[in-house]
């Protein structure tokens, strides 16, 4: 994170006018794990500090277990976006998370 900021803030002063600051998705792995849950909300953090636009939400972060990445958005004020997606259960085929289409401005 310590280099993401260096190239951050070296291209917010080498821009010739405003810069929008959008991570594309997938910071997480979606895995259950208790180092991914870690490891995901250290990102988290990090991008609302880096002063991040929009993150997008990937199809790995939607499967966070009890729609986890939507807890960083809570807990953290992570700017959540998304083109609109829903995350069919492969074992049940159950719609188990969706997320509708968002437009950032």
Known sequence: MERRSTAISKAKAEAPGPVILIDTGNFST??????????????????????????????????????GVLRYRDEYNLPLTSAGFTYIDES?????????SRTVI
């Not at 991008?47 to 972060?61: I, R, S, T």
């Not at 049940?92 to 509708?100: I, L």
């Open 30 to 67: 979606g895995m259950a794990t208790d180092t991914e849950r870690l490891k995901a909300s250290y990102i988290a953090r990090a991008m609302v500090q880096l002063g991040y636009d929009a993150v997008n939400v990937g199809l790995m972060d939607s499967r966070m277990p009890r729609l």
């Open 92 to 100: 049940t085929g159950e719609r188990a998370f969706s997320y509708p």
